[in-house]
């Protein structure tokens, strides 16, 4: 008999909001809304009930969390990263985890770093600095 501790609310909750994040902050400074509105009917970074290795466990939870903020962080600093190739390591690592839990991701490091910055762009995924309409 094995005993399995579930998941927390607040863990399924920060899942999402790792998603929305690098829905909203991530990919807009990297590719156009045309891409994203791609891989969103694509349902990248959505579990697919088909393929899910997600059980809703503590560890798996845990395991996706940390990848997702691990992605999160080398995209941040991808523009001035000096060990380019531990990086890419990381990224990968980190996206094939989240493949085997069931979060398709098949975006590549390659992809991101040879991506023209979208930063001063108009986009409509990018969470606006107020919700006030003036």
Known sequence: M???VASTE?????????????????LPRFFPDHKIVEWKKQRVLQPKATD????????????????????????DHIDGCKHEQEYQE????NSQNLNEYGYFFPLAFSQFKEAESQVGEFSQFIKPANSWII
């Open 2 to 4: 094995k005993i399995v």
């Open 10 to 26: 607040e863990q399924e909750r920060h899942i999402e909001e790792l998603v929305e994040q690098i829905y909203k902050e991530v």
């Open 52 to 75: 899910q290795m997600y059980n809703g466990t503590l560890k798996d939870a845990f395991q996706i969390i940390s990848s997702l903020q691990t992605l999160i962080a080398l995209l």
């Open 90 to 93: 990381m990224f990968e690592r």
